[in-house]
């Protein structure tokens, strides 16, 4: 075991409030794309048109059709080792622990999570443009037509935060709370780029929490964090669950 290991799993061995925020990363070993790394979603497609307010209402269909064609591409993938570790972990009972993602993939809840905090909402629900009622109706897998509103026609949309959308009010104010009263905060798979999450692991640690960050690649908090793990999440782990699983 590397001393940066032994020093997490001793941290983790007196926790009582243990916190993990995960990103696209954490799917990434899914096969199912990033957003900001080279090969990520982003470099293809513009965001501004397809995961904002604006490009619904400019093109509906494109951006409709443009998740359901994500929805496929994630209801063919598999949680992996990472997600399955972290499903784990939570089930020790060892602590409280509280899984935040700012995924949409519902993969966490796949690989057996509960309690799953959604920051950014999940491309599995859709909801009314115009009157917010959640859409209930079953869509066949390969019909990418613009589907309408039961109650008012209006036209429905994947029920994820979009740029310039605020988050939902509750995962948010969960989010934070659990941050601050953290002892191990993780932040796995996220660039740390989109806000407000990525002003989590900050809390965290100006409340004395120990941060550690898993990710093969450094990002804007590396310098910052206690520890920083450079595997990816289906990596490392599973070698954290079975250290804990050795403690008493
Ligand atoms: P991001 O694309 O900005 O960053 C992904 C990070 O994961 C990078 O830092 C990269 O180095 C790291 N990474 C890549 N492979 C990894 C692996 N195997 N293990 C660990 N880390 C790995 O993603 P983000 O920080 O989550 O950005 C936030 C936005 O992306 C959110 O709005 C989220 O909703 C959205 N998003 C979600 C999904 C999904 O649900 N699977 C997919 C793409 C984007
Ligand atoms: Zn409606």
């Given at each position: 075991m590397t001393d940066d290991l032994g020093i997490l799993i001793n941290r983790l061995s007196e926790a009582k409030n243990v916190v993990a925020l995960t990103g696209a990363g954490v799917s990434a070993e899914s096969g199912i794309k990033t957003f900001r790394d080279p090969d990520g979603l982003w470099s293809k497609f513009n965001p501004m048109e397809l995961a904002s307010v604006e490009g619904f209402m400019k093109n509906s269909d494109l951006v409709w059709s443009w998740y359901r064609h994500r929805v496929d591409v994630?209801?063919?993938?598999?949680?992996?080792?990472?997600?399955?570790?972290?499903?784990?972990?939570q089930k020790l009972n060892k602590f409280e622990f509280t899984l935040i993602t700012q995924n949409v993939d519902g993969l966490h809840q796949k690989s057996g999570s509960y309690d799953v905090v959604e920051l950014h909402g999940s491309i599995i629900r859709n909801k009314c443009f115009d009157c917010n009622e959640e859409f209930i109706d079953e869509i066949d897998s390969n019909d990418v037509n613009l589907q309408r509103c039961g109650y008012c026609s209006g036209k429905i949309r994947p029920d994820v935060v979009w740029f310039g959308e605020m988050l939902p009010r509750n995962a948010i104010l969960k989010a934070e709370n659990a941050a601050i009263n953290s002892d191990v905060f993780f932040s796995i798979g996220t660039s740390a780029e989109v806000f407000p999450a990525a002003d989590l692991p900050i809390i965290s640690k100006n409340r004395g929490s120990l941060v550690v960050e898993i990710n093969?690649?450094?990002?804007?908090?590396?310098?910052l964090v206690d520890i920083y793990l450079p595997y990816t999440s289906a990596e490392i782990l599973p070698i954290i669950l079975n250290e804990l699983k050795g403690i008493n």
């Open positions: 994630i209801n063919n993938s598999q949680p992996n080792a990472g997600h399955y570790a972290l499903a784990e972990i093969p690649n450094r990002t804007r908090i590396s310098d």
